[in-house]
């Protein structure tokens, strides 16, 4: 457990293990905490790995009442880069929903995205 002395600010704790139970207020030295046990619905962010050679985008599934991490990453959709368009900061919007209309999923590389229309996610998941 990571020891927490005091704080001027609350912290809050929502699906992780081994933190302070909640306590309002500063007497008597307690960490001013709030904790939810569990995550009731949680949504990881997507990401990269390299297999034998070849990167595949991963995309986690959502879950309910989690507590603590996922044990060797086995809750994700494995998306090769074939199924995915990598689009920039220079790409127009017309351009990245040419790309969604196709099916592609789309990775936004970092950047400022100053698009002149909105994208259109039109497939589910």
């Known amino acids: ?3 927490f002395h005091k704080g001027a600010w609350n912290f809050v704790f929502v699906g992780c293990i081994g933190v302070p139970k909640s306590h309002c207020g500063s007497g008597g030295g307690a960490v001013p905490a709030t904790t939810i046990d569990q995550t009731p619905l949680i949504a990881e962010k997507p990401y990269i790995i390299e297999d034998g050679g070849k990167f595949k985008l991963m995309v ?23 199924t995915v368009y990598t689009a920039n900061a220079s790409d127009s919007a017309t351009h990245i929903n040419a790309k969604l209309s196709q099916g592609l999923d789309i990775l936004l590389q970092p950047g400022n995205y100053y698009l002149d229309a909105a994208l259109q996610v039109n497939t589910a998941n």
């Open 1 to 3: 457990m990571k020891e």
């Open 60 to 82: 986690p599934h959502y879950e309910t009442n989690k507590q603590g991490h996922t044990e060797n990453w086995q809750n994700a959709d494995e998306r090769d880069f074939t």
